[in-house]
């Protein structure tokens, strides 16, 4: 006699067909669980905000060197205008009590105090002192002079 097994039963096949599906398990939380993570969190964020907040003090406290700038490239080597742009520069840089008054040897002075050295009183610079009042001929060195004290100069120390 022979022994009855149940049917599926006598076949690898059969036994998985058997077999059921597990659950599925629950989603894992993307959340922090513990509080350090969100303490970190936090700080990183505060980071980020100061970081913003000081980028954007730095924009705005420096537009007037962009536009000093953007002005000097349409003035070209005409030293009249490089004049013009750089008292502008540096009534938007000093108090204005300190900067309207120069003129002539003092107003050198000024430039070559904010930068160091002499460049102004004794070398190219020493054109913008006469050159809104004469004409003066076109100088290559007197730009680039100026571009390097309008990005060098120390705003605000007189």
Do not use: C, K
Not at 6 to 24: H, K
Not at 26 to 51: D, E, K, N, R
Not at 71 to 76: K, N
Not at 92 to 116: C, E, H, M, N, T
């Amino acid at each position: 006699m022979e022994q009855e097994t149940p049917p599926g039963n006598d076949s690898l096949i059969g036994l998985i067909d058997q077999l059921v599906e597990p659950a599925a398990p629950a989603p894992i939380s993307m959340m922090p669980q513990t509080w350090g993570w969100a303490v970190v969190a936090f700080l990183f964020l505060a980071a980020l905000a100061y970081g913003a907040w000081r980028f954007r003090r730095y924009r705005l406290a420096s537009a007037y060197r962009r536009d000093a700038m953007a002005l000097l490239r349409q003035a070209g080597d005409d030293p009249a205008m490089i004049a013009e742009v750089l008292r502008r520069t540096a009534l938007a840089a000093y108090p204005r009590d300190a900067v309207a008054s120069l003129s002539g040897a003092d107003w050198l002075a000024f430039l070559d105090r904010q930068i160091g050295g002499e460049a102004f009183s004794q070398g190219p610079g020493r054109i913008v002192a006469t050159a809104p009042y004469r004409p003066a001929r076109p100088d290559p060195g007197l730009s680039r002079l100026a571009a390097h004290w309008i990005t060098q100069h120390r705003a605000g120390a007189t």
